[in-house]
C-alpha cells in the first residue's frame, strides 16, 4: 500500500470520527435525554387495551384485583363485587394513550428518586404498582406511579424499559389500590314514598314510630298519635326523599345474618305507592377516632366518626292489569295499555336490579341514614311554654337604716 493510499485512509478515519463526535454534540445540545420513548410519544409503544382482563394494583399497604367476569369487571376483595366500569375503562385508555412530557436518563435502581421504592412502607416513598393481564394471564404491561412532578404530572416507568423514567402530565387520580375505591356505586334509589316505619335499637320487633301518606303529594302522619302529639311537618319533609339517591362507603366481608340477627340491630321498612317494599336493618359498628395528627394547629381533633352497617332486603308487588274506565275508547286502551305495559316492565327492571344488592352488608356514614335513627320525640312540634308560669319579678328587700343621733 503506498503512502500516498494510507494518507487518505487516515483522513477518512479522522473525518468519519469528527463527523461522529459532532453527531453526539448536537445530540447532547438538544437536551434529548437516550431514553428508549421520548417527548411527545406514548409511554408504551402498544398497549392492548381492549384484551385486559386482570388489573392488579399494588401499594404500600393495600392492594386490588380486578377482573373481568361474564357479567362485568369484579372487585375480587370485595366478594367479587361489581366494579365500576367507568372508572377502568378510563384508567386502560389513559394508560394507551398517555404521552411523555419528559424523559430522564434512569434505570429501574433509581426509583427510589422519584417515588418508587417497593420495599418502603411509606405510601408516599413506595408508589403505586399496575399490573396488567389478559385472558391467557400473560402480561399486557407492568407500570409504576411515582410520586407527583414539581413542574406537575407524575412520574412513570414502565417495567420493560430500563432506559428512563418519564414524567407525564397525567397524575392518575384514581389508580388506588385500596378496594372500595372501585366499587361500582349504583344502589337503590328509593322513590314515591308512602310510609316509614323504624324500631328502637335493641327492639327490632317494636315501632318507635311510623309515618304514613295516603300520596306522593301529601304530607305525612303520625299513626298512633296521641292527643297530645302533633308532628312536625318541617321535620318530616326530609322523609319524601329519603334514600332517593343513596350511596355507601363500603362492602363488608360480614355475614349479612350477623347483622340480621343482632340483638342491637333496627329495622327500617319503607314502602312506595308503586309497590315497593324496602326493609333495612342496621347495626352501628363502633366509632372510629381520628387521628389527632389531623387536627390543624390550634383545633380540636375531630369527632370519632360513627358508620353503620346496613343489609337490604327488596320486594315489589305492582298491578298486572290495567283498570279500564267503563267509557274508555279503544284508540285510547290501546295507548294506555301500552303505557300499562312500559311502566310495569320498567318496575320489574328495577325490581331486579334493586334484589342483586341483597346479601350484601353495607357500610354507610351515619349521615346517610340519620333520619331513620331519630326518635319519636324529634319528629313532634314542642310545646308551648305556658305564659302562667312566667317568673314573676323578685321583690326588692331594702334593710333598715338607722341613724345615730350626735
Request: aromatic share 6%.
Amino acid at each position: 500500500m503506498s503512502k500516498k493510499t494510507v494518507i487518505i485512509l487516515w483522513i477518512f478515519v479522522f473525518v468519519l470520527a469528527a463527523g461522529v463526535i459532532s453527531l453526539k454534540s448536537r445530540k447532547g445540545d438538544s437536551g434529548e435525554a437516550q431514553t428508549d420513548r421520548h417527548r411527545g410519544e406514548t409511554v408504551l409503544a402498544s398497549f392492548p387495551a381492549t384484551e385486559v382482563s386482570s388489573i392488579q394494583i399494588k401499594g404500600a399497604e393495600q392492594s386490588v384485583t380486578l377482573e373481568k367476569s361474564a357479567d362485568g369487571w369484579i372487585v375480587v376483595e370485595r366478594g367479587n363485587y361489581p366494579a365500576n366500569f367507568t372508572n377502568i375503562n378510563n384508567l386502560l385508555r389513559t394508560i394507551e394513550s398517555v404521552k411523555i412530557s419528559h424523559a430522564i436518563e434512569a434505570g429501574p435502581s433509581y426509583g427510589k428518586r422519584f417515588g418508587m421504592d417497593l420495599t418502603s412502607k411509606k405510601p408516599e416513598e413506595h408508589g403505586v404498582q399496575l399490573t396488567f393481564l389478559k385472558a391467557d394471564k400473560s402480561n399486557a404491561a407492568t407500570i409504576f406511579l411515582g410520586k407527583d412532578s414539581t413542574g406537575g404530572g407524575r412520574y412513570i416507568q414502565n417495567a420493560a424499559d430500563t432506559s428512563g423514567i418519564y414524567v407525564t402530565s397525567e397524575s392518575f387520580p384514581t389508580a388506588s389500590a385500596n378496594p372500595k375505591d372501585w366499587l361500582n356505586e349504583a344502589f337503590i334509589a328509593v322513590d314515591k314514598i308512602n310510609s316509614v316505619a323504624v324500631t328502637a335499637a335493641g327492639k327490632p320487633e317494636q315501632i318507635e314510630w311510623k309515618l304514613t301518606r295516603a300520596d306522593e303529594n301529601a304530607e305525612f302522619a303520625l299513626e298512633g298519635a296521641a292527643a297530645t302529639e302533633k308532628l312536625d311537618t318541617a321535620a318530616t319533609e326530609m322523609y319524601k326523599t329519603l334514600l332517593s339517591a343513596a350511596r355507601f362507603q363500603d362492602v363488608t366481608s360480614t355475614q349479612a345474618s350477623v347483622v340480621e340477627q343482632s340483638p342491637e340491630r333496627r329495622v327500617a321498612t319503607i314502602t312506595t305507592t308503586d309497590g315497593f317494599t324496602y326493609t333495612l336493618t342496621l347495626l352501628a359498628k363502633p366509632a372510629l377516632k381520628v387521628p389527632d395528627a389531623l387536627a390543624q394547629p390550634g383545633e380540636e381533633p375531630a369527632p370519632a366518626e360513627e358508620n353503620f352497617q346496613m343489609t337490604v332486603k327488596v320486594e315489589g308487588k305492582f298491578a298486572t292489569a290495567r283498570t279500564k274506565p267503563a267509557d274508555e275508547k279503544p284508540e285510547d286502551a290501546k295507548a294506555a295499555d301500552e303505557a300499562f305495559q312500559a311502566s310495569l316492565k320498567t318496575l320489574q327492571e328495577k325490581l331486579k336490579t334493586e334484589q342483586a344488592y341483597q346479601g350484601r352488608v353495607y357500610e354507610l356514614s351515619k349521615y346517610t341514614i340519620d333520619a331513620l335513627l331519630k326518635p319519636r320525640a324529634e319528629l313532634l312540634q314542642k310545646a308551648a311554654a305556658d305564659p302562667g308560669a312566667a317568673t314573676q319579678p323578685a321583690e326588692a328587700t331594702t334593710p333598715p337604716v338607722s341613724i345615730d343621733g350626735p
